[in-house]
């Protein structure tokens, strides 16, 4: 089931490539639904409790946005994004 807070398939095909793909040891939580649940807390202004289970465990979601911030990679996303929407 997808929310309106949701990426949508256009949205990721831009935020895709643009995602660090670095594995670990342990396996990842979906990049999708993660990057879904950080928009879903930027859209609404909800705190990261609230953050509903659908999207995975908060703090993972959390922890990519601070670990991607620190990195640049929101910076890359929002400038692509801008750049393909329609003026």
């Known amino acids: 089931m997808t929310g309106r ?8 095909a831009v935020i895709a490539p643009l995602l ?7 396996a990842r939580v979906d990049d999708r639904r993660v ?3 950080i928009f879903y807390i930027l859209r609404t202004g909800a ?5 509903p289970e659908r999207y995975g ?8 946005y601070n670990r ?3 990195a640049g990679v929101w910076l ?9 929407s329609p003026s």
């Open 5 to 12: 807070h949701d990426v949508s398939d256009a949205e990721w």
């Open 20 to 26: 660090p793909n670095k594995p670990r040891g342990v």
């Open 35 to 37: 990057i879904s649940g």
């Open 47 to 51: 705190p990261w409790r609230d953050l």
């Open 57 to 64: 465990p908060r703090t993972t979601v959390y922890n990519r």
């Open 68 to 70: 991607w911030a620190k």
């Open 76 to 84: 890359r996303i929002f400038e692509a994004l801008a750049e393909k």
